[in-house]
């Protein structure tokens, strides 16, 4: 017989506290920097990405940190903190490989591609992070992934219309290039991370008591319906 375990709330709210922690923690990160710039009476756009030239490959690790004004950096802190403590919250394994994918890849897709200007912001990252969870709540269909994917598609779905270029002003090509690469990886990496397990009511704990051979066969349909990790 297979026994599973049952829901651990305590160890879920650790979890949810450790992603905020760390949406939290990059947020504040792009705050100082602004900061920096700010009270230092200096410029950081020069070290964004510059399209095709050489000295515009340093954007590619940069440009994500640096922000034109406050108002363009408060209107990314909001939907990374939210989408991120959402991401790392539902799809911890997935994240380590999606986080670093989206941050350097769409800042090459930038530099090989984009309008030959100035690119900054942390726009990209978090069109990629929305992209995927959305993604992922529409292919795994389990509660969690549906309540995530819902959530963020209400809060931050008009966040999509950014990815047509109908502001010179903005780098669409940014945000292209983070969905884009967030809608891949949630095909990639959807099954990555397991399927809460589903809770187990007294109910149906006394039905299964009362019938065995309901239990085993309730076992059995739970090892059917665990997805495949590959």
Not at 31 to 54: C, N, S
Not at 88 to 110: D, E, H, K, N, T
Not at 150 to 176: A, C, K, N, R, T
Request: glycine content about 8%.
């Amino acid at each position: 017989m297979n026994f599973q375990s049952r829901p651990d709330p305590g160890a879920d709210s650790r979890r949810l506290r450790r992603a905020f922690t760390i949406a939290l923690s990059f947020v504040v990160l792009l705050w100082l920097v602004k900061l920096t710039e700010a009270f230092g009476a200096t410029d950081f756009i020069q070290l964004g990405i510059y399209p095709r030239r050489v000295s515009g490959l340093i954007g590619i690790v940069c440009a994500p940190l640096i922000h034109s004004s406050f108002a363009h950096l408060f209107a990314n802190s909001a939907p990374i903190l939210v989408i991120g403590t959402m991401l790392l919250y539902g799809y911890p394994r997935a994240a380590r490989v999606l986080l670093p994918v989206v941050y350097l890849g769409s800042g090459i897709a930038v530099w090989l591609f984009a309008r030959e200007s100035y690119h900054i912001g942390a726009s990209g990252l978090a069109f990629g992070m929305l992209l995927f969870v959305f993604t992922v709540g529409v292919l795994r269909w389990d509660r969690r992934a549906i309540a995530l994917s819902l959530v963020v598609f209400f809060l931050y779905g008009g966040m999509l219309l950014g990815v047509l270029p109908v502001d010179q002003d903005i780098s669409f090509e940014s945000h292209l290039a983070g969905a884009l690469l967030g809608l891949v990886l949630a095909f990639r990496l959807r099954q990555l991370d397991p399927a809460p397990v589903r809770k187990q009511y007294s109910w149906e704990r006394e039905e299964q008591e009362a019938d065995p051979d309901s239990a085993i066969d309730a076992d059995a349909d739970s090892d059917d319906d665990e997805p495949e990790h590959r």
